[in-house]
């Protein structure tokens, strides 16, 4: 059987026009018309063609190249120049442009602000095409990597001697460079001298941004290469990271917001996700829900007290284990006598509170009653008899259990995994990021809106096909405020 040989000397000619190097229903087509009909005012992006000075590149085909990249996992400023000359979809989409490495990241840097406002702009275009319902969301959180190490971590002790020594060192180059200007012949060159200065000073602003971020934070450790990444810990180990935050819209796994932030924990997270979720949505959910994770009382109260029903189960609930006979969940509350019923009908009584957190202690009334019980050694080996600690918002947590036993809230908990956790999935496996390349919370929170709207991206083909997104996006008047 012959084989199929190729030959690299065989003429051929291209098509006569870069229209012609895609096919109609190619994806890039797709991100294309995405780009075309953001509001490019509301980002904060300036289009004046007729701008003085000299030629640059178009911002739209600037993002486009952007946003296609990082779809594929292509995020390094020198290789989206590679793929710029190499790539036919690449050089369709630019249309024969191809910016330098050096314009990219320029480009990238200068419009963090904008670039994190492209997942807004995309999630009202979802809900113009009705594929984001916002009656249900998800909210949960992944660690990611900064572009930092975790050796650069450091405490203030450790930057206040660092700051001397550097401040030492600026003093003895400064000297050097006044004995030599004093000098009039023979003298080296002062090149090496003038890098050395820079960089000591350089050093110096490092340590003096991580010393105004522990001072105005309660942030004990500070990166110096990266102030506003934090010590994060996961399955891999601990590193320098973010916690990036995304809130997921139940009807077709979309995303409404995403966010990093700094904090390693969920627990003060809920609040400000859904709030932030209901201004894309311009209306607030019906259901908001989270894993254990965010099980924080005061903090879910100001979700459920926005007539927000929260499906977020209690530590408690979330063990799954065989539940403790005798658990505080056992004892009957009268509220209007304020006093407990333990399991065996004997009452504990009212001792004290605490100042700082608000706790009411309840005790068995008579310590002989416990002494004496079938269940002593097993409900409290304490001579003095049962204890219980009553939180400073208590029925409230008790309504959060109940609200979560409920069987329609048993229904959207138990659709909540496969669906916050696919675009975390698709993020870091397809898109391959692991960690970020831009530094600071403005630039990771750029690089954020763009893997997330690359996730929505996806999932739009995928729910309406590659020509039919393509012409609502071109037919559509779908541009929206920001």
């Given at each position: 059987?012959?084989?199929?040989?190729?030959?690299?000397?065989?003429?051929?000619?291209?098509?006569?026009?870069?229209?012609e190097?895609?096919?109609?229903?190619a994806?890039?087509?797709?991100?294309?018309?995405f780009?075309?009909?953001?509001?490019?005012?509301?980002?904060?992006?300036?289009?004046?063609?007729?701008?003085?000075?000299?030629?640059?590149?178009?911002?739209?085909?600037?993002?486009?190249?952007?946003?296609?990249?990082?779809?594929?996992?292509?995020?390094s400023?020198?290789?989206?120049?590679?793929?710029?000359?190499?790539?036919?979809?690449?050089?369709?989409?630019?249309?024969?442009?191809?910016?330098?490495?050096?314009?990219?990241?320029?480009?990238?840097?200068?419009?963090?602000?904008?670039?994190?406002?492209?997942?807004?702009?995309?999630?009202?275009?979802?809900?113009k095409?009705?594929?984001?319902?916002?009656?249900?969301?998800?909210?949960?959180?992944?660690?990611?990597?900064?572009?930092?190490?975790?050796?650069?971590?450091?405490?203030?002790?450790?930057?206040?001697?660092?700051?001397?020594?550097?401040?030492?060192?600026?003093?003895?180059?400064?000297?050097?460079?006044?004995?030599?200007?004093?000098?009039?012949?023979?003298?080296?060159?002062?090149?090496?001298?003038?890098?050395?200065?820079?960089?000591?000073?350089?050093?110096?602003?490092?340590?003096?941004?991580?010393?105004?971020?522990?001072?105005?934070?309660?942030?004990?450790?500070?990166n110096?290469?990266?102030?506003?990444?934090a010590?994060?810990?996961?399955?891999?180990?601990?590193h320098?990271?973010?916690?990036?935050?995304?809130?997921?819209?139940?009807?077709?796994?979309?995303?409404?917001?995403?966010?990093?932030?700094?904090?390693?924990?969920?627990?003060?997270?809920?609040?400000?996700?859904?709030?932030?979720?209901?201004?894309?949505?311009?209306?607030?959910?019906?259901?908001?829900?989270?894993?254990?994770?965010?099980?924080?009382?005061?903090?879910?109260?100001?979700?459920?007290?926005?007539?927000?029903?929260?499906?977020?189960p209690s530590?408690?609930q979330?063990?799954?284990?065989?539940?403790?006979?005798?658990?505080?969940?056992?004892?009957?509350?009268d509220?209007?006598?304020?006093?407990?019923?333990?399991?065996?009908?004997?009452?504990?009584?009212?001792?004290?509170?605490?100042?700082?957190?608000?706790?009411?202690?309840?005790?068995?009334?008579?310590?002989?009653?416990?002494?004496?019980?079938?269940?002593?050694?097993?409900?409290?080996?304490?001579?003095?008899?049962?204890?219980?600690?009553?939180?400073?918002?208590?029925?409230?947590?008790?309504?959060?259990?109940?609200?979560?036993?409920?069987?329609?809230?048993?229904?959207?908990?138990?659709r909540?995994?496969?669906?916050?956790?696919?675009p975390?999935?698709?993020?870091?496996?397809?898109?391959?990021?692991?960690?970020?390349?831009?530094r600071?919370?403005?630039?990771?929170?750029?690089?954020?809106?763009?893997?997330?709207?690359?996730f929505?991206?996806?999932?739009?083909?995928?729910?309406?096909?590659?020509?039919?997104?393509?012409?609502?996006?071109?037919?559509?008047?779908?541009?929206?405020?920001g």
């Open positions: 059987m012959a084989y199929r040989s190729g030959d690299r000397y065989q003429m051929g000619l291209f098509p006569q026009s870069i229209e190097y895609v096919t109609p229903d994806p890039v087509r797709a991100y294309d018309a780009v075309e009909a953001l509001d490019f005012d509301a980002l904060g992006i300036e289009i004046d063609p007729h701008k003085v000075g000299n030629a640059a590149y178009h911002p739209k085909a600037m993002l486009k190249l952007l946003v296609y990249g990082y779809s594929y996992g292509v995020r400023s020198r290789k989206l120049e590679q793929e710029t000359h190499n790539n036919l979809t690449f050089i369709w989409l630019m249309g024969g442009l191809k910016p330098d490495f050096k314009t990219i990241a320029e480009f990238r840097r200068t419009h963090k602000e904008a670039l994190a406002n492209v997942l807004r702009q995309c999630a009202r275009l979802c809900m095409l009705n594929l984001i319902a916002g009656n249900v969301l998800f909210v949960d959180g992944t660690r990611i990597r900064a572009n930092a190490g975790r050796d650069a971590l450091h405490g203030k002790d450790w930057y206040e001697e660092e700051l001397a020594a550097v401040d030492g060192r600026i003093a003895r180059l400064l000297e050097q460079c006044e004995a030599q200007d004093r000098q009039e012949e023979g003298l080296g060159s002062f090149v090496a001298m003038d890098k050395e200065l820079g960089t000591a000073r350089r050093l110096k602003e490092k340590i003096e941004a991580a010393l105004r971020e522990i001072a105005a934070t309660d942030r004990r450790i500070v110096r290469t990266d102030p506003d990444c010590l994060m810990r996961s399955p891999q180990g601990s320098a990271g973010y916690n990036v935050q995304m809130v997921v819209d139940d009807a077709h796994r979309l995303i409404v917001h995403a966010e990093p932030v700094s904090d390693s924990g969920d627990v003060n997270q809920f609040a400000r996700q859904i709030i932030r979720a209901d201004e894309v949505l311009e209306t607030p959910c019906e259901f908001a829900c989270a894993d254990a994770g965010y099980a924080d009382t005061e903090e879910l109260e100001k979700i459920d007290g926005q007539g927000i029903t929260v499906i977020v530590q408690r979330a063990l799954h284990g065989k539940e403790d006979p005798f658990g505080k969940h056992r004892f009957t509350y509220p209007v006598e304020d006093w407990y019923l333990c399991p065996e009908g004997k009452r504990l009584t009212y001792r004290s509170t605490y100042r700082r957190n608000g706790k009411r202690t309840y005790k068995i009334a008579r310590a002989s009653w416990c002494r004496v019980c079938v269940h002593f050694g097993r409900c409290t080996r304490s001579k003095e008899g049962r204890k219980v600690v009553r939180l400073k918002s208590e029925g409230l947590k008790e309504h959060l259990e109940r609200q979560y036993q409920d069987p329609v809230s048993q229904a959207i908990y138990a909540r995994k496969a669906a916050v956790e696919h975390f999935g698709h993020i870091k496996r397809n898109l391959r990021v692991t960690a970020f390349l831009l600071g919370l403005a630039g990771v929170r750029a690089e954020t809106a763009l893997v997330a709207t690359c929505n991206m996806v999932r739009m083909m995928t729910i309406l096909g590659v020509k039919q997104l393509i012409r609502v996006l071109m037919t559509r008047p779908l541009t929206v405020p």
